[in-house]
């Protein structure tokens, strides 16, 4: 079973619509938790931070459940431009190194 | 801002090549990452360095070797090249990964026949 597994997708949604992506890890002692966007053959970037009592960004809201061990990012109103492929990453601390695992990612695709 | 520059974009290498990719960073980081992404499996760590002079295997380490030239720059070498090598390979740098920031390169598409 892999640390960190989401749904490959692809979802396919209108303009306007919210979407949401889930997230689970397998480690429960994951200390950090983020969202990460990437392109088309693009490199990856850091979309956002996920913090324990829930955060948002414009139109994005991220969540986590430490008791279930899962990480969802919900994106409002869509854009054509959000269209990307979203990396699920988890921070493990370990012999005070930190190491960032990261899921296979869920590909979004906005349509007119 | 360059950020994080790797050379070169696009290689292809016949089996039992070797090449190496470079890979550069102006952010004054300590730490510098290697990892290669292929389909269905996601980013997958092959070597890092957390600072200047050390240097770490990763998760899929078999088949590479690695060079902190210094603060700046951090290489990758593939020594004898094989077709299951054939991904794309980004470099990365960060400060601190406890904020999860990691900054990429474009990242190198390596094709080994």
């Known amino acids: 079973r892999k640390e960190v597994e989401q749904d490959p997708g692809p979802f396919n949604v209108p303009e306007g619509a919210t979407v949401a992506f889930n997230c689970t890890y397998s480690?429960?002692?994951?200390?950090?938790f983020f969202w990460y966007r990437q392109d088309c053959r693009k490199e990856p970037k850091l979309l956002m931070s996920?913090?324990?009592s829930g955060n948002e960004d414009g139109r994005f809201t991220a969540q986590l459940n430490r008791a279930s061990q899962y990480i969802s990012l919900l994106i409002r109103d869509s854009k054509l431009s959000d269209s990307a492929t979203y990396l699920c990453?988890?921070?493990?601390?370990?012999?005070?190194?930190?190491?960032?695992?990261f899921g296979t990612g869920t590909r979004l695709q906005v349509f007119p | 801002n360059a950020g994080v520059t790797q050379t070169p974009k696009f290689q292809v290498l016949k089996t039992g090549q070797s090449m190496t990719l470079q890979c550069a960073q102006d952010?004054?980081?300590?730490?510098m990452y290697w990892y290669r992404q292929d389909p269905g499996m996601g980013l997958r760590l092959i070597y890092y360095?957390?600072?200047?002079?050390?240097?770490d295997k990763g998760e899929v380490p078999n088949g590479y070797n690695v060079s902190r030239l210094n603060k700046r720059e951090f290489s990758l070498r593939l020594e004898s090249a094989a077709p299951s090598q054939t991904s794309v390979y980004f470099c990365?740098?960060?400060?601190?990964?406890?904020?999860?920031?990691?900054?990429f390169g474009e990242g190198s598409r390596l094709t080994v026949l």
């Open positions: 990365a740098s960060s400060g601190t990964l406890y904020t999860g920031e990691l900054f």
């Open positions: 480690n429960s002692a994951s200390q950090s």
């Open positions: 996920v913090y324990s």
């Open positions: 990453v988890v921070n493990r601390r370990a012999y005070n190194t930190d190491k960032l695992i």
């Open positions: 952010m004054n980081h300590n730490s």
């Open positions: 360095s957390a600072s200047e002079g050390t240097t």
